[in-house]
């Protein structure tokens, strides 16, 4: 079971980047999503997550409106479309995966099963 997360990396206020997390050894599909963001000095937060059926979505306040989280079960991989990026919004990102075959939308890291190894995003003002 593998998470491979890409698609971090450097860019100004205003930009976009498209964040995958792409899955080896397992069938996503039966699985819920979380990206998850650790800056440093700062705990982890959940900044969005999808159920494995794609019905229901959670985001965070400081990125409702920005963020689209998305997932290609054909492609076994989710998707963090990020724009209007903000200073605030650097940090490590990590996907996560949490089995359930439910409309469930989990939050919390400690939910998650496996974790990827992240990728770096920088915002510059």
């Known amino acids: 079971v593998q998470l491979q997360a890409s698609g971090g990396g450097l860019v100004q206020a205003g930009g976009s980047l498209r964040l995958s997390c792409a899955a080896s050894?397992?069938?996503?599909?039966?699985?819920?999503i979380g990206w998850f963001r650790q800056a440093p000095g700062k705990e982890r937060e959940a900044v969005s997550c999808i159920s494995s059926n794609g019905d229901s979505t959670y985001y965070s306040d400081s990125v409702k409106g920005r963020f689209t989280i998305s997932r290609d079960n054909a492609e076994n991989t989710g998707y963090l479309q990020m724009n209007s990026l903000k200073p605030e919004d650097t940090a490590v990102y990590y996907c996560?995966?949490?089995?359930?075959?439910?409309?469930?939308?989990?939050?919390?890291?400690?939910?998650?099963?496996?974790w990827g190894q992240g990728t770096e995003v920088t915002v510059s003002s």
């Open positions: 996560a995966v949490m089995f359930s075959l439910h409309t469930v939308v989990p939050t919390t890291p400690s939910q998650y099963h496996y």
């Open positions: 050894g397992f069938t996503l599909e039966d699985w819920a």
